[in-house]
């Protein structure tokens, strides 16, 4: 705000977006951010959707060999005890419904009102295709509420 303040009585470049973490596991921008976001139309460009591949669920019972938590071990973000329990649950939710847990994260972040541009990554062809897909896909008023219930067990726990 203080620099769209001074921007604005200086005459200098506006802010256009803003770059910051979010996803299912990270959700830390709705607090204080997405309103000022959505008021000013400063959308948010995404990073880390998956939350490093996480979300995938791939993770969930071994470290997939040249994965990228296999390349970085050091890199604990994401996979701490309640990222991991969450994760369970929200990839358990997808599946239920039929859907990649994936395109599930993806299509959640999508969804947000402040969304500009949803920053994915992507190893192989595949999962690429997968990740595009989920731009598409709209969510039902049950799982987003699923998805609520988990957020509120496991609330941005990995920020």
Known sequence: MQYLRWSEKLGLPRIVSIQNPYSLLNRSYEVGLAEISHLENIPLLAYSPLGFGVLTGKYLQATPKNSRLDLFP????????????????????????????????LAFVNSRAFM????????????????????????????????EDIHQRYSNPCP
Do not use: D
Request: charged share 20%; net charge negative; proline share 2%.
């Open 116 to 147: 500009g541009a949803n920053i994915i990554g992507a190893t192989t062809l595949e999962q690429l295709r997968e990740n595009i897909e989920s731009a598409t896909l709209e969510l039902s008023a049950e799982i987003l509420e699923s998805i």
């Open 74 to 105: 050091s890199y604990k973000r994401y996979i701490t005890e309640n990222g991991v329990a969450a994760t369970r649950e929200y990839v358990e939710l997808a599946l239920q419904h039929g859907l990649s847990p994936a395109q599930m994260a």
